[in-house]
């Protein structure tokens, strides 16, 4: 599957201030860093415009008009390039210290399905995604790290079930 279709991936966040806030700064400030890295890692084929970056003028990555929320839309060659980039490098310390500075959802904020090479989702898209997965659960449509084989990484590093429900 991994030869014609790309793995694309939506990560939802609120973060827990405004993007001044000293509580985030930490985060705003490596913001680039990080999605610099994923841009540079092998595998990475494509990342929305925008993403990561909450409250920026582009209206691709707004959700509900709300600038503390924060998406991140990305697209890989497969889940192993996926995996290294967010548990192989130093996105995993970021990943690691995410309750310093986003919301507990309190519902599923990821979601992963395959796209044919060359497509780039949208926004929409992704979100209807996800509320596919909220509703129905992991299926070829739309799933989390659990519904992969391949996936390895994420067993060691899964959210508390609080924050994935």
């Not at 967010?86 to 690691?96: A, D, L, N, R």
């Amino acid at each position: 599957m991994t030869e014609k279709y790309h793995l694309a991936e939506l990560n939802v966040g609120r973060l827990v201030a405004d993007v001044d806030d000293p509580r985030v700064t930490e985060f705003m400030e490596n913001l680039d860093r990080i999605n610099g890295l994923g841009k540079r890692m092998p595998g990475f084929v494509w990342m929305m415009e925008g993403s990561g970056e909450p409250g920026t003028g582009n209206t691709d990555s707004k959700i509900d008009g709300d600038p503390q929320y924060v998406s991140n839309l990305t697209v890989w060659e497969s889940v192993h390039t996926l995996e290294k980039f967010v548990w192989g490098t130093i996105h995993k310390q970021f990943y690691e210290r995410r309750q310093e500075w986003f919301e507990v959802l309190g519902a599923l904020h990821f979601v992963m399905w395959w796209v044919p090479a060359g497509h780039r989702p949208t926004l929409d898209e992704a979100l209807a995604r996800l509320e596919y997965l909220k509703s129905h659960g992991d299926s070829d449509h739309a799933f989390g790290w659990s519904w992969l084989k391949d996936a390895e990484k994420w067993k060691e590093h899964r959210c508390a079930p609080v924050a994935a429900e």
